[in-house]
C-alpha cells in the first residue's frame, strides 16, 4: 500500500517541477526579449516609452490576430498537421463580416454567426480532406489558401469593402465598431480581451477535455492513438474546424478593427502563427506543445516589432534581426530537458 | 577451449547514467575469441545499454574499453565497426524506404570504376547473406514491406555482413519462430568456430543453454553472477536475474472454460488494395470460450496477426466472407474503437510503433483508451480519476517505475508492454487479442504475465494469443490452433503435446524439407 | 483660415485651448522636429522612390529628422506603425495608407491630438487630416485611354490590358479611368491580370499572344508589367509591332523612364511620389508657421521617346 | 542455381512492374491536366493553340525557375526537412547578379560564381542551425526568408536594379542575355534547357550516388542511418546547400530572363516548390519520392497555369481552380499501392 501512494505522489510533484520548468523554458525568451526592450526603449523625460500602459496594450492588441489564429494553429501542429489557410481564411472572414453587414445589412449577431460558420465549414473540409483521403496537410491547406483567397475576392468583387457604421441602409450595426474600441476607461483593447479570453479557455480546454488527451496521442503516435480506440480521423478534422473557426474570428476582429474587409487582408498571417506556435515549444511532428507556450511566442514577436518599431529600425534591417530572434528563439527552445 | 581463448574485449568499471537512472555501475566484461558469451537481466537492467557502450552507439560513459589489450574510446558506431565490432540492434534499426541491399551495405556502398554505387555488386553479396541465414528474399525489395520477422533477419545479415570479430546480437530472435531460431543457431556455430566473440541477449532461457558457452547476469545496472551456460538451469538464471526465487513460469491453474464467446467461421478476406507480404485470412475458423486461453501458432507469415488485427478492426479494408460471431452475435467493427465498445481488445505485436506515445507520460498512455470515460458531468476529465486508473494498473501489473509521469519511451521493454496491457485490461474487455504479448519481455514479468492471463481468464474473459514460442503455447494455453497460409490446418489440446509435436505441426509438410 | 493661421503663430501654448486641434506646434526655424513616416509598402519601387524623395528633401530642412516605417503591405500593421509614432510623440505624421478606411481611425487619432497629418497617395476617408498630396490614378487612366484612342489607335485596333492586383486601388481607378476615355472604336481583346509583377506580366501575354496574335496596343497597369510583356512579345517576335505603354514612370535605372528611353516602352504617365511636396508642406506647418491645402493634386505627365531623358535628368538633378 | 535465377528474374520483373506503375501514378496527374489542356485549348483555324510547339516551349520556360528550386527542394524534402527560404535566395541572388554586373561590372563567369557561392553559403549556414542545434527547418529557414530579403533589399538599396547590355561602364556582358533567348532555332529557351539538363543531372545523382542512399536513409530513419555510419548531420547541412545552391541558380536565370534584379523576386515561389514535389508524390516526411516526380509535379502545375491564361480565365476563378487541382492530383499520388 506505502508503496502505492509513493507513486502517486512522487508522479504529481514531479509532473507540477516539470511542467514549471517546462513554462519557464518557454517564458525565457520572452523575458529576455521583454528585458532588451526596457533597456533599448527611447525614453522621453525619463519615462521609458516601451512601458508606457498604452504601448503595452498597443502590443497585445497588434498581437490579437496573429495570437488568436496561433491558437487554432497550435492544435493543428499538435496532431501533427499544418494550416496554411488561415491568412486566407482571415481574409474571407473580414470580407465576408464587411459584405454581410453593409451590402445585406444583416445584424452583427446573423453576421457574426455566418461568418464563423463559413470558417469552421471550410476548416472541417480542409480537415476531411486530409484525414479521409490522406493527403499530407501542407498540400490541402495550400490548395485551401488558394482557394479562401479566390472566394474572398469574388464575395467582395476584388475590392476592399468598407464599413460605415449607422442605421441606414448599407450601414453597419454601430456595435460591430466596439472591436476597435478599448475599455476599461478606454484602456483595453477589446480584441487584447478577446484573445485573452480565448487563450484561457484553450489552455483550460487543453488541460481537462477528453479530446485533448485524443489529441494529443493522435500528434504523438498516430498508429498507436489509433489501435487505442481514438477516433483519429474525427480528431483530426475537428482540429482543422477549430482552426478554421478561429481565423474566422480573428477576421471579424480584423473587420471590426480596420472597419473595413479587404480580400488581401491576412496574407502571410499563417507563418506569423506558425512562428509563434514553434517559438512557444510546439513541435511541428506533434505531440508536444502548449497553449501557453504559442501565447508566449505571440507576445514575443509582438515585443519584438514593438521595441524594433520604436527605435524607428530600418525596415530591412528589421527584416534581418527578426530572423535571428527567430532563430535563437527556437534555439533556446532546445535548451528544455529532453523529455 | 573457449575458457583460455585470448580476450578480445574487456571493459571494466563501466558506468552510465540516465537522469536519475544509473543503467550500469561499475560493470566488468569480457568477450573471448570463439565463444557466445549470454548477457542476461531483467527489463532495463542495463543489458542494450552496455553493448551499446561497447558498439559506439553510447559515448558518455565511465570506465574502461580494451579491444586485443588496447584501450580506446570509441566516438559513434562507426569507429567501433572499423574495430571489428558490429551490433543487432534490439530495435529493427532500417531504413524502410530503402531495400534490402541497400540496407545492408548502407554507409559502405561499393563503388563503380567512376564512383556510383555498384547496384548488381551489392545484391550479389546481400543474395550470398541472406542464403546463409536461410532466406530467400529479393535483395531490391523495400525493407518496410518486409514482415517484422524478415527484417530481423535483415538485421542479423547486415551484421553477419560486417565480417566483425566481435558479434552483439541483443534479442535477434525476438520476432523469429523456431525454424529461424535453428537456422541463426547454424550460423552462430559456425561464426564460433571461425573464432568470433558473440554476445548474446535474449530472454528466451532455452535458447540460453543451447547456444551460449558463458553467462552473465545483470540486475540493476550491476553485475551479479556469471555461470557456466551450459551448466545453468533456467530457474538458476532466473533466480539471479531477479534476486530471489521465481516460482513457476507457466499458468498454474486451468480452470473450467465457460460458454461460447467467438466464433469464427470460414473467414475469408479480401482486401479492396491487396498489399504484398501479407497474409489474410484465407479460410479461418475457431472458437474461444469464456475463461479460455487459446493460442495461435504458425511459422512467420502463417497469418496470425492479420486475423488478430482483423478481428480487431484493425486489418485491411475489404469484404469478408464467413462470419464471425460475439456472444452468438454477428460482429464487423468498423475500427479499434467500435471493437472496444464490443468488448474486444487487442496488444498489438510492435509496441514501440503501434502501442506507445513515447515521450507522453506512463499515465496518459495507460488511461488514453477510457479518458472518454472517466469525465465529470461529460465534460472535464477528472485528474483524480485517471491517477487513481494508472496508478492501479500500474500496482496490479507491477510495472516497475519511479513516477507514472515518466515517459513511458524511458521505461524498459518489459514494462512498457506492460503499460498496452495495463490500457487495455482497463477497456474491461470479453474478448482479449494479443500478439506476441512477451516478446522482448523478461522471465520475471513474463511470470508476471502469465499470472495476470491466468487471472484474466479467471474472471471469464476469453483470450486470443499469437505468438511464436511454442514453450509459451504450450504452458500458457487450454487450446492452440496452428495458421498456415492464412489457414487453420491444426488444433491441439496442450495438456496433450509437447513442443516438438507442435513444431512439427506448425512446419507441416515443409518440415521434411529441413531448414525452409 | 486666417483664424488659424494667428492661432498657428502664437506658439504651443494655445493648442490645449479648443478650437480645431488642426495647428502644428510651431516653433519656427529654431525648432527641432521629428516627422514620422508610415509607408505601406516600399517593397514596391514607387514606394521606395516615395521614401527616398522624402528623404532627400528633408537633408535639406535642417530641423526636420524624419523617421521611416513601413508596413509591408498589411494594414494592421500599418495602424501598429502609426501607433508606435505616437508613442514616440512625432511632431507630424507623414502616411501613405496601405488602404483608406483601415487607417482613418487611427490617423484622425493623430490628428485629434494635434499632430499634423500629411496623407500622401491614397486617401484616408473623412477630413481628419491636415492635407491630402497626390496623383489621379483615374485621371491618369482617363489620359492613357485618351492617348491610346487619339494618339496610338485613331482608326481602332486591338488592346490587350494588363491589370494590378486584385483588390488594389490603384488597380481599379487605373481600369475605370481608361475606358471612360477609350472609346469604342479600340477593341480590348483580352485581359490578364499582373499582379504588379514583371514576370507574371510576361507569363499572361505569352499567353495572349497565343490566343490573339494580332495585338497592337498593350496597355500595363504599371510599367514593370508593360517590361514583362515586352519580354514576352520579343520572345513571340512580335515587339516591332505592339506599342507598350505603362504608368508610374519612376526616375530610377529600373524604371520606366528610362524603358521608354531605350525603346522599350512607347509611352508612360508619371505618377508622382509626392515626396518632396509633402516635407515642402511639413516645412510650411512647422518652420514658416502657415497653413496649407487641404488637398494638392499632382500633375500627371506623359512620357515618349521625345522627352525621356531630359525628364529623367531633371529629376534626378 | 535455377531457383536463384528465378528468384532474380522474377524480381527484376516485379521491380520494374512497380517502378512503372509508379512513375506512370506520378505522371498520371500531369497526363490527365495535358488532356484536359487540348481538350479546353482555344483554337485557330482548327490548330489548337496549346499543342503550338512555341506554347509548350513557353510552359516550360515559365516553370522553369520554379523547377530548378523544387528540384533542390526535393533533397531537402527527402531528408525531411524544408526550405522555406529559397523565394527569398532568388531574390537576394537576382539582385546579386544584377548588382554584381552592372555596378560593379564584373564579368558574366565571376558574378555567377560570387552569386552561386552565396546561395551555397546560405543554404549551408540553415543547414548547419538546423542540423547542429537541433532547431526544427521549418523555422530555420523561415528566418533564412526574412534574413535573405532584407540582405536583397540592403544590396540593392530597396529598388529594382535593371540590367542594361553592352561594352560600356555600367552595363553588363552582352552573354549574360542569352539566359533571355531561345537557341535551336531560336525555338528553345535557354532556362527550359538549365532545368532540362538539371533535373537528368539531379535524377542521376539520386539513381547512382552512395550520398543518394544516405539522403533516403536519413529521411526514412535517421537513427538507422546514424547506426549505420551515415554521417547525418554532413547529409543534413550539404542538402541545404544544395537547395540554396539551386535557389541561387534561379535567380541568375530570372535576372536573366527579366533582365533586372529586384528584391522582391521570388516572392512566394516556395511553395510553389513544394507545391510542385509534393504533387510529384515526396512525402513531406521524407525517405520517399524522386526528381522525377518533382518534374512531373512541376510541369503540371506550369501546364495549369498555362491553359488557364490560354482561356483568359477570370483570375479569382484561376486561384479556385488551381487550388481543387492540387487537391485533387495529392489524391491521386494517393493511389499509389501502398509499401
Ligand atoms: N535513452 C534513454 N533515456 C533514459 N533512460 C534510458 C535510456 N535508455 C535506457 N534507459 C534506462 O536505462 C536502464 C537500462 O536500459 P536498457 O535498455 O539497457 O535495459 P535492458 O537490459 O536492455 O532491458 P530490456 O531487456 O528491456 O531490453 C533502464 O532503466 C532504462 O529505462
Ligand atoms: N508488405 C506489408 N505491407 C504492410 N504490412 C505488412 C506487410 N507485411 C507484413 N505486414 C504487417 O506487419 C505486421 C507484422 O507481421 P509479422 O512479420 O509479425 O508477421 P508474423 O507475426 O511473423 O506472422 P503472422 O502473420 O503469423 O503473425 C503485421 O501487422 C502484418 O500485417
Ligand atoms: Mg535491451
Ligand atoms: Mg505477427
Redesign the pocket.
Known sequence: MSTDSDVTVNSRRRTDWRETLFSFQSFFGLIAVFVAAIVFSPRRNGEILFLTSDNLFNVVRAVSEIGIIAIGMTFVILVGGIDLSVGAVLGLSAVGSAVLLVHDDLGVFPAVLIVLAVGLVFGLLQGMASALFGIQAFIVTLAGLQIARGLARIWSDGQGVAIAYGDGPNEAPVTFSLLGERTFGGVVPIPALIFAGLAVLAVLFLRTSAFARHLYAVGGNEKAARLSGVPVNRVKIIVFGISGLLAALAGIVHAGQLNQGSPNDGAGYELDAIAAVVIGGTALTGGRGSVVGTVTGALLLGVLNNILALNNIDANVQLLIKGLVIVAAAALQRLRP?S | MANDAPKLVRMTGIG?R??G?L??QDVDFDIRAGEVHALL????????????ILSGDVTDYSGEIEIEGAPVRFGGPVDAQRAGIAMIH?ELDLVPGLSIAENLYLGREPRTRIGTVDGKQMRVWTQALLRRIGIELDPRRPVGELRVGEQQLVTIARALSLDAKVLIM??PTSALSTAEVEQLFAVIDELRREGAGIVY?S?RMDEIGRVADRATV?RN?RIVEEFDARQMTAEQAAEAMVGRPVRTLFRTSHGEAGEELLRVEDLVVHPRRPRSGRNEPAGISLTVRRGEIVGLAGLLGAGRTELLETLYGAGSAGRWDGRVLLDGVDVRPRGPRAALAKGIAFVPEDRRISGLVLEHSVLANTVVSIVDKLRIAGVVVSRRAEQANAAESAKRLRVKLSSLADPV????????QKVVFGRMLLTRPKLLLLDEPTR???INAKAEIYQLLSEIAGQGIGVLLASSELAELIGVCDRVVVLRGGRNVRELRTSEIEEADLLAATMGETAAGGAR | LMLAVTACGTTSQNSGKGGPATQAKCEGPGGKYVIGMSQANVAEPYRQRMDDDIRAAAAKVPQFEVKFADAAQDNAKQVSDVENFLTQQVNLLIISPNEATPLTAVVKKAYDKGIPVLVLDRKVDGDSYTSFIGADNRDIGRQAGKYVAEKLLPGGGKLVELKGLPGSTPAQERSEGFHETLGTKVQVVATGVGDWLREKGQQQLDAILKANPEVDVVYAHNDPMAEGAYLAAKAAGRESKIKFIGIDALPIPSGGVKAVEQGRISATFTYPTGGKEAIAAAKTLLVDCKQVEKKQTLPTQLITKENAERVYREANG
Chains 1, 4 share one sequence.
Not at chain 2, 41 to 52: F, H, R, V
Not at chain 2, 409 to 416: A, D, E, K, P, V
Open positions: 529532453a | 552510465k540516465y537522469g537512472v543503467a550500469c537481466g531483467e527489463n532495463g537492467a542495463g543489458k542494450s545499454t552496455l553493448m551499446k534490439q541483443d534479442e541477449i530472454h545483470l545496472g519511451g524511458t521505461l524498459s521493454g518489459g514494462n512498457q522482448g519481455v523478461d
